[in-house]
């Protein structure tokens, strides 16, 4: 029966995943190194097509929005990754996969003005029915306008702190590790070519009570793709379909008394 369980966790969060490496195949992690290991990038890459616009076919779908700074000097972007959701069962339990379809991303946009775009894209155009957002500082009024505009259950503001960032990354790599989260084919676009630079450079280091930090150095960039993928994950990890039920005809339990 463990060995079962060992299994499932196996294909629940990959063999690649720090939490298994450590408390099933008692292997020490080093203290830092890439986030992402080849073979995860390698399961991370997808072929299938972006998409700039709704398909038509009218499947809602999940989004991961990180928040960058407002005005003309501000490099951090604001970065909306959208994907479809494939329902998937792994050893009993729903997985979903997604599939990365868009990008979108804004510099230097007032928060104000931003909101209104996201409100519109995310609800009108593209139907997004799980939306994940960062709400650390200014962020929070951001949340609580798209809470307000999406309505009811879509929207989930995720404040960033250590604790909780840790617990967004061991995520990330669950996903990734057991292929539930795919990027769409190379396109030769820049908003696919500024994703791999930051999944590449991103570094991770495990401190004590393995708690996970994560983020691309200041000297290599931004993260801002990475963060917002990471939110997706957990967008994604919320929509699956929900249990199955029914209903089982008892007929008539008094009979015979």
């Not at 989004?63 to 050893?91: C, K, M, N, W, Y």
């Not at 307000?148 to 990734?176: D, H, M, Q, T």
């Not at 793709?225 to 997706?232: C, E, G, I, P, T």
């Amino acid at each position: 029966a463990y060995a079962r369980f060992v299994e499932s966790e196996r294909e629940r969060l990959g063999p690649d995943h720090p939490l298994f490496v450590t408390q099933y195949m008692l292997q020490a992690l080093p203290g830092a190194g890439r986030l992402f290991t080849p073979a995860q990038l390698a399961q991370l890459a997808g072929d299938h097509p972006r998409r700039h616009a709704p398909d038509g076919e009218g499947a809602g779908l999940v989004a991961g929005l990180d928040l960058g700074g407002e005005g003309a000097g501000e490099h951090d972007a604001t970065v909306l990754t959208l994907a479809t959701v494939e329902p998937r069962l792994i050893a009993g339990v729903a997985q979903p996969v997604l599939r990365i379809v868009e990008h979108v991303r804004w510099a230097g946009v007032p928060l104000a003005e931003l909101q209104l775009q996201l409100a519109d894209l995310c609800g009108r155009v593209w139907g997004v029915r799980r939306l994940v957002v960062d709400a650390t500082g200014l962020g929070a009024g951001v949340a609580s306008f798209l809470a307000a505009a999406l309505g009811p259950g879509v929207v989930e503001p995720f404040i960033f702190s250590g604790p909780s960032k840790s617990r967004l990354g061991y995520e990330l790599l669950a996903a990734v590790s057991a292929g539930r989260l795919r990027m769409y084919a190379g396109d030769g676009s820049a908003e696919g070519a500024e994703f791999w630079a930051q999944v590449r450079a991103c570094r991770r280091e495990v401190g004590a009570g393995q708690a996970l930090r994560f983020g691309v150095p200041a000297a290599e960039g931004h993260d801002d793709y990475v963060m917002s993928l990471a939110l997706l994950a957990r967008a994604g990890a919320g929509a699956g379909a929900p249990p199955c039920s029914a209903v089982l005809e008892a007929g008539d339990v008094l009979a015979g008394w």
